[in-house]
T-cell receptor
Framework: QKEVEQNSGPLSVPEGAIASLNCTYS??????FFWYRQYSGKSPELIMS????GDKEDGRFTAQLNKASQYVSLLIRDSQPSDSATYLC?????????????FGKGTLLTVNP | ETGVTQSPTHLIKTRGQQVTLRCSSQ?????VSWYQQALGQGPQFIFQ???????GRGNFPPRFSGLQFPNYSSELNVNALELDDSALYLC???????????????FGPGTRLTVL
């Protein structure tokens, strides 16, 4: 069973702090990695995509990928109450299954004013 | 806003009934994927349509079926509804060219299905 694992949380951080969200995946051949944000009752919204080892920064968000450790993370700097949501890690397995995304269960982030 | 639309927004059905959910893809996108998201879970892949054909399928029974139309819009049909089919159904739009890996997927607002 090819899986994506995330801490379910909740992760609680004060406003202005750095929130760190982590994800591990089991399929070593996975090629594409995505972070989605999902507000309660809404659909997932793409935040970041990352394909190569290392860091990728976009505004307050930084995605980090380590394929050797099968680990991907999302850092949110200067966290705001509006960042409070569930963050979903998604992996494209590549190869013969390159048509789909496999999601983790998500991590609930709460940013306290 | 992603430009992906879904209808209806909410739907209530009873066990054994059939349901059709609809999705219009984002402009420039030719591929539609369907996911089921149960409460407290991540989305689970149902199937994907590309060039009006099913391109891949997750672990869902045959009573889950779909269509894609020439304008790239898509339908998800579920027959013989069961209580466990109650979930948020998400359509994701993406662009695929030739044999390349499906590009980034963008989600519509979803259809909330309740089966009583």
């Amino acid at each position: 069973q090819k899986e994506v694992e995330q801490n379910s949380g909740p992760l609680s951080v004060p406003e202005g702090a750095i929130a760190s969200l982590n994800c591990t995946y089991s399929d070593r051949g996975s090629q594409s990695f995505f972070w989605y944000r999902q507000y309660s009752g809404k659909s997932p919204e793409l935040i970041m995509s990352i394909y190569s080892n290392g860091d990728k920064e976009d505004g307050r968000f930084t995605a980090q990928l380590n394929k050797a450790s099968q680990y991907v993370s999302l850092l949110i700097r200067d966290s705001q109450p509006s960042d409070s949501a569930t963050y979903l890690c998604a992996v494209n397995p590549g190869g013969g299954s390159n048509y789909k995304l496999t999601f983790g269960k998500g991590t609930l982030l709460t940013v306290n004013p | 806003e992603t430009g992906v639309t879904q209808s209806p927004t909410h739907l209530i059905k009873t066990r054994g009934q059939q349901v059709t959910l609809r999705c219009s893809s984002q402009s420039g996108h030719n591929t539609v994927s369907w996911y089921q998201q149960a409460l407290g879970q991540g989305p689970q892949f149902i199937f994907q349509y590309y060039r009006e054909e099913e391109n891949g399928r997750g672990n869902f029974p045959p009573r889950f079926s779909g269509l894609q139309f020439p304008n790239y819009s898509s339908e998800l049909n579920v027959n013989a509804l069961e209580l466990d089919d109650s979930a948020l159904y998400l359509c994701a739009s993406s662009r695929r060219t030739g044999g390349m890996t499906t590009d980034t997927q963008y989600f519509g607002p979803g259809t909330r299905l309740t089966v009583l």
